[in-house]
């Protein structure tokens, strides 16, 4: 894309900010409790800028769109307290509930990975899709650090990618040479990266979540997903998934290696 010099990008510091912490904080449950998520979490109980962020987008009109898609649900849902509140009292809780949820190896039954929503007689497309996500964080100078085995297409690799790109584009606004070009190459990435990787599979992810234990903590951050996705939509433009999706029983035992991705 090479938008010429008369054209402009819409760009709110605060809208940006707001968007890259809610983004943030939507990833934080799925972490592995054992790598700290508990006392990160804990320690976000009523934090203003948190609060702060979610009230700012559910302040916003083009964050409600019109039509809702396929388990999506309304901006009034966007609220970090409703997940906070559910919070196991410790760690050990946590990390019960995170592995009754997510068991040891792949959940077929609420699995966070992208390309278990394809079917399993579809390989290539698995294929396809990992390829394709790398493809993304490798343009962005992203790449999977070394520590944990983590497939790309984990929920929260995908997440932390749309709040880097989001980094990347407050840089770019900050930065006056290029800064066009590369505002637009970043909102273009943002909505990119939404419809095709987390809008068609997120929120089907979210109602499994609430089919397994709708009064948990993982419901709750489920519902906060949810919420989140249509409101990303609106903001950036783009129409609802009208495609349901549902995990394989499949489980796919190839990895990549790494856990976070790193700049």
Same mark, same amino acid.
């Given at each position: 894309?090479?938008?010429?010099?008369?054209?402009?990008?819409?760009?709110?510091?605060?809208?940006?900010?707001?968007?890259?912490?809610?983004?943030?904080?939507?990833?934080?449950?799925?972490?592995?409790?054992?790598?700290?998520?508990?006392?990160?979490?804990?320690?976000?109980?009523?934090?203003?800028?948190?609060?702060?962020?979610?009230?700012?987008?559910?302040?916003?009109?083009?964050?409600?769109?019109?039509?809702?898609?396929?388990?999506?649900?309304?901006?009034?849902?966007?609220?970090?307290?409703?997940?906070?509140?559910?919070?196991?009292?410790?760690?050990?809780?946590?990390?019960?509930?995170?592995?009754?949820?997510?068991?040891?190896?792949?959940?077929?039954?609420?699995?966070?990975?992208?390309?278990?929503?394809?079917?399993?007689?579809?390989?290539?497309?698995?294929?396809?899709?990992?390829?394709?996500?790398? =493809? /993304? !964080?490798? #343009?962005? &100078?992203?790449?999977? %650090?070394?520590?944990? @085995?983590?497939?790309?297409?984990? $929920?929260? +690799?995908?997440?932390?990618?749309?709040?880097?790109?989001?980094?990347?584009?407050?840089?770019?606004?900050?930065?006056?040479?290029?800064?066009?070009?590369?505002?637009?190459?970043?909102?273009?990435?943002?909505?990119?990266?939404?419809?095709?990787?987390?809008?068609?599979?997120?929120?089907?992810?979210?109602?499994?979540?609430?089919?397994?234990?709708?009064? =948990? /903590? !993982?419901? #709750?951050? &489920?519902?906060?997903? %949810?919420?989140?996705? @249509?409101?990303?939509?609106?903001? $950036?433009? +783009?129409?609802?998934?009208?495609?349901?999706?549902?995990?394989?029983?499949?489980?796919?035992?190839?990895?990549?290696?790494?856990?976070?991705?790193?700049?």
């Amino acid at each position: 894309m090479n938008p010429s010099e008369n054209q402009t990008i819409d760009f709110d510091p605060a809208i940006n900010l707001a968007r890259q912490t809610l983004y943030r904080f939507a990833a934080l449950p799925f972490v592995d409790p054992k790598v700290g998520a508990w006392n990160d979490l804990q320690s976000l109980r009523d934090a203003p800028v948190l609060l702060d962020a979610a009230a700012l987008l559910r302040s916003l009109p083009e964050a409600s769109p019109a039509k809702l898609g396929l388990g999506e649900l309304p901006l009034a849902d966007l609220d970090p307290r409703r997940v906070l509140e559910r919070l196991p009292d410790s760690q050990p809780a946590l990390n019960v509930e995170y592995e009754n949820t997510f068991g040891l190896l792949v959940s077929s039954e609420c699995p966070p990975y992208e390309t278990e929503y394809i079917g399993s007689k579809f390989d290539f497309q698995r294929s396809n899709g990992l390829a394709d996500i790398s =493809g /993304f !964080y490798r #343009a962005f &100078g992203l790449t999977i %650090a070394d520590g944990h @085995p983590e497939r790309p297409d984990h $929920l929260v +690799l995908e997440l932390e990618f749309m709040a880097s790109l989001l980094g990347l584009e407050r840089r770019a606004h900050d930065d006056s040479n290029l800064r066009l070009q590369r505002l637009s190459i970043c909102r273009d990435a943002q909505s990119r990266f939404l419809r095709e990787h987390l809008a068609w599979w997120v929120p089907a992810f979210a109602k499994l979540l609430n089919a397994g234990n709708a009064n =948990g /903590f !993982y419901a #709750a951050a &489920g519902n906060f997903l %949810a919420a989140l996705i @249509p409101a990303e939509r609106g903001l $950036l433009g +783009l129409p609802p998934v009208s495609r349901g999706a549902a995990p394989s029983t499949v489980e796919q035992p190839e990895l990549c290696e790494g856990c976070q991705l790193a700049g």
